[in-house]
């Protein structure tokens, strides 16, 4: 069965605190995606790696950055939490570096006090 | 740029009813479309995924269709049970970006 784990189901950071979201899968993938959801906006894509030690920037980047030193893990850093990253963050994983066909983790909601 | 619509943003209906789920996207030119469902406060499953070329998916009770040319996709759920209610976002994977851009879902509720 395909897993791809989060580190934390509920975190909560004060502001200015440095932040590090780990995402882990046993699938094998080479790509990996960071996603934050938030109410009326969706799915928006942070950051991709489509092989270790490589990333791209997704559709919001800024505040963000990530790391992918194994191929199994992908984390997600905020250098800074601020309240507007308050959101709920979801890791995925896929064969396929367009990622279709996406596995998706359980998702870290992380409120920034 | 393309936008990915989904309506309505809340659907309700009595168990054994047949339903069907909208989306809609603005830029035709894409290489296929995903239905997800998502349970309240977890990830996503993938459900189906049609390519570009093909009009429609089934997966049980559940059917997919695409019109590429109108830009739109439907989820048929036949026969609704409880168990159905879920957020359903549809996905597209488009063109220049190559990247999957999500609809904001629609929160379905199945009444017993």
């Known amino acids: 069965d395909v897993k791809v784990t989060q580190s934390s189901r509920y975190l909560v950071k004060r502001t200015g605190e440095k932040v590090f979201l780990e995402c882990v899968q046993d699938m094998d993938h080479e790509n990996m995606f960071w996603y934050r959801q938030d109410p009326g906006l969706g799915l928006r894509l942070i950051y991709f790696s489509y092989d270790v030690k490589m990333k791209e920037k997704g559709d919001i980047p800024e505040g963000y950055s990530v790391s992918r030193e194994k191929k199994e893990r992908f984390s997600l850093i905020l250098e800074s939490a601020s309240t507007n990253q308050t959101s709920m963050y979801l890791c995925?994983?896929?064969?396929?570096?367009?990622?279709?066909?996406?596995?998706f983790g359980p998702g870290t909601r992380l409120t920034v006090l | 740029k393309q936008e990915v619509t989904q309506i309505p943003a809340a659907l309700s209906v009595p168990e054994g009813e047949n339903l069907v789920l909208n989306c809609s996207f603005t830029d035709s030119a894409i290489y296929n479309l995903q239905w997800f469902r998502q349970d309240p406060g977890k990830g996503l499953t993938s459900l189906l995924l049609?390519?570009?070329?093909?009009r429609e998916q089934t997966s049980g009770r559940l059917n997919a269709s695409l019109d590429k040319s109108s830009g739109r996709s439907t989820l048929y759920i036949a026969a609704s049970q409880p168990g159905d209610s879920a957020t359903y976002l549809c996905?597209?994977?488009?063109?220049?970006?190559?990247?999957?851009?999500f609809g904001t879902g629609t929160l379905l509720a199945v009444q017993p």
């Open positions: 996905a597209v994977r488009g063109g220049a970006t190559n990247k999957l851009i």
């Open positions: 049609i390519q570009s070329s093909q």
């Open positions: 995925a994983s896929s064969l396929f570096p367009s990622g279709s066909w996406q596995f």
